[in-house]
């Protein structure tokens, strides 16, 4: 979370609200998203940054829909995800995700 303070006012917030740093009311999905996203981007502008999620059957559904969102995203960026699971197809969220060929 260093580059927190890099990222754009609701995005920042919205991450503070969801690891528990701020009260408010839950943020956009879309929001924790894209600070995610902004994050591992920011990250990787210094290295390549390897995202390994084991036992992603066992991640709540929102993780899982902002791992799958930010996944989608990861075309130009020196990001790699990869999720391991039980089952092929056993997390809803991912099933469309590249990431989980």
């Given at each position: 979370m260093s580059g927190l303070e890099?990222?754009?006012?609701?995005?920042?917030e919205a991450l503070r609200v969801v690891?528990?740093?701020?009260e408010g009311e839950a943020p956009s999905r879309f929001l924790v998203g894209l600070a995610v996203l902004g994050l591992l981007s920011d990250a990787a502008e210094e290295q390549a940054v390897p995202c390994v999620?084991?036992?992603a059957q066992w991640l709540d559904p929102a993780s899982a829909q902002t791992l799958g969102f930010v996944a989608h995203r990861l075309d130009d960026e020196r990001i790699t995800m990869v999720f391991a699971l039980r089952e092929p197809g056993s997390v809803p969220e991912?099933?469309?995700s590249r990431a989980c060929a």
């Open positions: 890099r990222l754009p006012e609701p995005q920042r690891f528990g740093l701020a999620i084991d036992d991912l099933v469309d």
